[in-house]
């Protein structure tokens, strides 16, 4: 899994007794984090730390207005990290405690974000990154179905446009590969996408969850618990964020449009509505909170706009631009 709960470690106290204590988080710091008046404060000691690196980020610096993070570091202007393949950032992993993890996420600003990272040792570890997963990104899988693959579009949908924007803002070092396939599941794309990633080489991998996960077959009035694609989402989610951690990519999930289930009662022998759709988005997001992963809404935009959908599900070439503007302006 892409989360490192809390690790645990045994010691024997007395003839066949054993005890288990955990391990401290390892939090990976470029910045403030590393100085240790930064620590006695937040903490109230110096940390543990090692030396550590992370391959294929670079840092910018971040205009800080928050007074007590100014206060506690001395520096209006930190850090932040962007991806850049080929290049590296030293700094050091903290070891930090249950309460000190809570602290340095107290400490930073609403422009960071806690997710997992995989140092260049090799090693998973939290670290800090931007909140918005696509403004940090340089190479981008998109993996998903029909919506994500631009049907009904024929400007290619809102991953098209996200990658003409996304390119021309730097032709040399951004990069976004569309590898959606009308028709997929969730379980679909857990099973095609590791074979996809190593030569594109990707920072980011965007998992487009769409409306397939949620489908019942035309005929059926009630969901049957074993036919029920909602309860294989985390075993699925738990292999992409697996996937996207050993190519040491950030995992991102984009979650169902909103539907217009007047027009979805019998579509290609299947079955959609609206309170299948929204619990498949739940979940999702609900997942996502646990796992420290970033969550994209793409419910919203299309929300009782059946106009802006060519026949209830699929949006029109305005659909698709609502969900693009709704991707790259969203914090």
């Not at 700094?91 to 997710?115: F, N, P, Q, S």
């Not at 990272?117 to 696509?134: F, H, I, R």
Request: overall charge negative; some cysteine; charged content about 20%.
């Amino acid at each position: 899994m892409i989360v490192l709960i809390v690790l645990i470690v045994s010691f024997e106290k007395g003839p066949g007794v054993h005890v288990t204590e955990p391990r401290p988080h390892s939090l990976f710091s470029f910045g403030t984090l590393m100085d240790e008046r930064v620590q006695k404060t937040l903490f109230g000691r110096s940390v543990p730390t090692s030396g550590a690196a992370l391959s294929g980020y670079a840092t910018r610096p971040l205009p800080i207005t928050d007074p007590a993070v100014i206060a506690a570091s001395g520096l209006d202007v930190h850090l932040t990290l962007e991806c850049a393949l080929g290049s590296e950032v030293p700094g050091a992993v903290l070891h930090l405690t249950d309460d000190e993890l809570a602290a340095a996420d107290a400490y930073e600003v609403d422009d960071y974000i806690r997710r997992r990272v995989c140092l260049s040792s090799g090693e998973p570890a939290w670290a800090y990154l931007d909140a918005n997963p696509l403004r940090a990104a340089a190479r981008i899988v998109i993996v998903g179905d029909s919506i994500a693959y631009g049907r009904c579009d024929p400007q290619g949908g809102w991953a098209a446009r996200l990658a003409a924007s996304h390119i021309a803002a730097n032709e040399t070092g951004h990069r976004v590969f569309n590898l959606a396939v009308p028709g997929s599941t969730l379980t679909d794309v857990s099973a095609q996408t590791p074979a996809l990633l190593a030569p594109r080489l990707p920072d980011t991998l965007l998992v487009a969850a769409g409306i397939n996960d949620s489908a019942l077959p035309a005929a059926a009035q009630t969901p049957l618990p074993d036919a029920d694609g909602l309860a294989r989402l985390t075993a699925d989610l738990d292999s992409l964020a697996a996937t996207a951690l050993a190519h040491r990519a950030r995992l991102v999930i984009a979650g169902p449009a909103w539907l217009d289930e007047s027009r979805t009662a019998s579509y290609e022998g299947l079955r959609f509505t609206r309170a299948r759709a929204s619990a498949l988005r739940e979940s999702l997001r609900t997942w996502c909170t646990a796992h420290h992963v970033d969550f994209l809404d793409l419910w919203e935009p299309l929300r009782d706009r059946p106009d802006l959908l060519v026949d209830g599900i699929h949006p029109t070439p305005e659909g698709h631009q609502a969900l693009y503007r709704h991707l790259t302006t969203s914090p």
